[in-house]
């Protein structure tokens, strides 16, 4: 536990920022992120494409109004003219081209690989925390386990004694509530039977509803699952430890009396 506190430290998250603020820094300066000439280089072959489609629309036009002989002499210059354009255009566009290509591999290429150490940075330093993280927590719980133990040892007894108290409580609400509902509805029935027999029944509406049974005909079973554990044990606690004899306590159930009004 020690010997990973002492491996722990901040090393791999000063590097990541480092990593990070470096690439922040670059992409910020406006000599990174624009290419130099790059608008006017367009705009170059932008007018040059222009220029070649307003050659090739004159010497279509021209082309109407010669005959075959003079019309290949016609287009000479102006295919030349052409040719020489489009070497020119290409030319341009390879060099606009290779000067995107060369940025993207040297300063885009390297932020990525520093944003990806960064990340990688940020992964160990979380998988390192996060593994001193559960050794703390688990030395939490080592720390708690003997408080935790005396709170549950008279909590399972506590619980064994109430489980016992309320079948017995609610086995007897139960029948109370069962007998009442019979007899309630034994009372109504009687007295529904001489209603339905006289004219006066019709002043009466309702007069034949019942109560429904609204407890369970078998006690609810709780705490079924709980560990064996004698009140003799609780004794023995209480001798090895007293100074926890205040938490060894077990409280009384007091179902009965709780629900007296029942």
């Not at 406006?30 to 004159?58: C, N, P, V």
């Amino acid at each position: 536990m020690l010997d990973h506190l002492e491996k722990t430290d901040d090393t791999d998250l000063i590097e990541a920022t480092s990593f990070f603020t470096i690439v922040q820094g670059v992409s910020t300066k406006a000599q990174y992120r624009e290419i130099g000439g790059i608008d006017k280089r367009l705009t170059t072959l932008r007018s040059k494409f222009q220029h070649l489609e307003g050659i090739l629309a004159q010497t279509a036009h021209k082309t109407l109004q010669i005959g075959k002989k003079q019309r290949l002499n016609e287009l000479k210059q102006p295919l030349k003219h052409i040719y020489d354009f489009a070497i020119s255009f290409i030319d341009s566009k390879e060099e606009v081209v290779k000067n995107i290509s060369q940025r993207f591999s040297t300063w885009v290429r390297q932020a990525y690989e520093r944003l990806d150490r960064a990340n990688k940075k940020l992964v160990v330093f979380e998988e390192k925390y996060s593994g001193l993280r559960q050794r703390l927590d688990l030395v939490r719980q080592i720390k708690e386990a003997p408080n935790i133990y005396m709170l549950a040892v008279p909590e399972v007894i506590r619980r064994e004694e109430l489980r016992k108290e309320f079948s017995g409580w609610i086995t007897t609400h139960i029948d109370k509530c069962s007998a009442f509902i019979a007899e309630e509805n034994r009372i109504r029935e009687q007295f529904q039977n001489k209603l339905d027999k006289h004219f006066l029944c019709q002043l009466f509406p309702g007069m034949s509803d019942r109560i429904p049974q609204f407890t369970s005909t078998t006690p609810p079973k709780i705490d079924q699952c709980l560990p064996k554990i004698s009140s003799k044990h609780l004794s023995e606690l209480r001798k090895i430890f007293p100074h926890m004899k205040d938490v060894l306590i077990v409280g009384a159930p007091r179902i009965f009396s709780t629900f007296i009004s029942f």
